[in-house]
């Protein structure tokens, strides 16, 4: 009782504060989600239980619960109560930030462990809710919703890789399909008695009795947790990646098979990029390619994609209704950024519909993704306003390039930035390209000037005002010519500064921009 009026006091306070935030999305209560596994234990505060939900608070101790457990088959009692400490203080953040629902989630260590269930009578006591004890099956059943969470269409396999077990499921497959292997790093490094060259022999027999398998021709591999994200970031730095986001970081198979060579036979400190990962993952680290570079060997996939998105997006993901499943990751954190930033989130969303139409009148071919891509750009155009005119090429670049999106490629990042970039620097020579360019494709970067240029003059004529956008016509009047409409009560937007832009705009379209002002 005392909690309840102790949380309902917090949520009343959380919501009068939450009105005077601006940074703050409205009618959002918080949701948090902890994860009791073999190496580490976190708390996740979800800003919401949304599509694509924002991190209001994030926090792990690695306490090393599994610890030991392959030989004494017990969780490592220091461990048990470094976690009880650590829950104490998820509780308190949890009244502090005004979270609603709580899920606790346990995995390898707990589920396996003689002393198990004790442990979770503790935390349930602690916690006054309910602890979901993973069965191997449901974690990866989990891990593979969190990468439908975290990727526009997936095709693959999903290897979830924590400290005590490896759960491995076809991203597609149903429910309950998936298996588990004593691999996690933990638990392994145990198994072969610190020999990295025996870990490699049990995870490659291991890995021979696995009944998971491809289901087309796309062979990509999702890698999922802490120790796998680490070879992520490390993979990133040693070869000066210019986007520091590891999610959906895509490396060819061949190529990492090589690095997780270089990391399991040489001392990390002799790694370049190595202050790239904390020092509190780099021991398992060894542990954690080995593992990889067998999975290589066995699947032959052609692509490892990092997630950030595992077992805990998964279970939020699962708990929505269908048709909030159904909408689109990128397209709704972009939308949610818009309405914290833009001057006016209607106008991006009009942006958006009259750029497509603009695209189709001109004959350019979109992908899904150069449509998502673009329409996300739209939602994006206006966040960098309220910064100093010179720097706001700058902000709004490093803003998109750094975002917590997920459903977008490395190289759809770089479209973002792109057209952000240019939307706020101009599109001379002189304006240069973003580092980041490097990452897109002669078509995606010439796509993206094109949207900026675009931005550049619509922005002169509707200054970020709903409604103004649809009376603007644009129609392609001849193999070379193009006409941009204006309707007599907006006549007196024509003059020198729109002109100059759609110069610009003609160039970037290699075709004659005819400004009309119809009646």
């Known amino acids: 009782m005392l909690r309840r009026a102790l949380h309902s006091s917090f949520s009343a306070n959380q919501r009068k504060a939450i009105q005077l935030a601006q940074g703050r999305l409205k009618e959002r209560e918080p949701v948090a989600v902890i994860d009791l596994g073999s190496n580490s234990v976190r708390q996740v505060i979800y800003e919401g239980q949304t599509r694509s939900p924002s991190v209001l608070f994030n926090e792990k101790i690695l306490c090393g619960l599994g610890e030991g457990l392959h030989l004494s088959g017990k969780l490592n009692e220091i461990a048990v109560e470094r976690a009880i400490r650590a829950l104490r203080r998820f509780k308190q953040l949890q009244h502090q930030t005004g979270v609603g629902d709580v899920h606790v989630l346990a995995t390898a260590a707990a589920r396996e462990a003689e002393n198990g269930p004790q442990f979770i009578a503790r935390v349930e006591e602690l916690m006054e809710c309910h602890v979901e004890v993973l069965t191997g099956a449901m974690e990866a059943h989990y891990a593979a919703l969190g990468i439908h969470a975290g990727f526009h269409k997936p095709s693959g396999i999903v290897g979830d890789l924590g400290g005590g077990s490896l759960e491995l499921v076809n991203v597609n497959a149903r429910k309950g399909s998936g298996i588990t292997l004593p691999l996690g790093g933990l638990r392994l490094r145990e198994m072969a008695g610190e020999s990295l060259s025996k870990a490699a022999k049990i995870a490659r027999k291991a890995l021979s009795e696995s009944t998971v398998t491809w289901d087309n ?149 979109e992908t899904e993704d150069d449509r998502r891509h673009r329409t996300a750009s739209c939602y994006l155009a206006d966040i960098g306003w309220r910064a100093h005119p010179d720097f ?111 110069r610009q705009l003609g160039a970037e379209l290699g075709l004659n921009v005819n400004v009309i002002v119809e009646g």
């Open 392 to 502: 706001r090429a700058r902000q709004a670049l490093e803003v998109i390039a750094n975002a917590g999106f997920v459903g977008i490629s490395h190289e759809g990042r770089a479209y973002l930035a792109i057209a952000a970039y240019h939307r706020y620097q101009g599109l001379s020579q002189k304006a240069g390209e973003p580092e980041v360019a490097v990452l897109a494709s002669e078509g995606s970067r010439r796509r993206a000037r094109i949207l900026a240029a675009f931005f550049r003059v619509l922005y002169l004529l509707s200054a970020s005002t709903p409604g103004v956008l649809p009376m603007i016509g644009f129609a392609k009047t001849g193999p070379s010519d193009v006409e941009l409409r204006i309707p007599p009560e907006l006549a007196d937007l024509d003059g020198e500064r729109p002109e100059e832009r759609v």
């Open 217 to 365: 021709s796309n062979k990509t591999f999702y890698a999922v947790g802490g120790t796998w994200r680490s070879l992520g970031r490390l993979h990133l730095s040693y070869y000066d990646h210019p986007l520091p986001a590891v999610h959906e970081y895509e490396v060819p198979a061949d190529r990492m098979l090589r690095f997780c060579s270089k990391v399991a036979a040489r001392q990390l400190s002799d790694i370049r990029g190595i202050e790239a990962v904390s020092k509190n993952r780099r021991e398992l680290l060894p542990y954690g390619a080995a593992v990889m570079g067998e999975i290589i060997k066995a699947y032959a996939p052609d692509t490892i994609a990092i997630s950030s998105l595992g077992v805990r997006e998964g279970f939020l993901y699962s708990r929505l209704p269908q048709k909030e499943r159904e909408k689109d990751s990128l397209l709704t954190a972009a939308r949610d950024l818009s309405i914290l930033r833009a001057r006016a989130p209607d106008h991006c969303m009009e942006l958006a519909e009259w750029t497509g139409r603009a695209i189709g009148e001109l004959g350019i071919e």
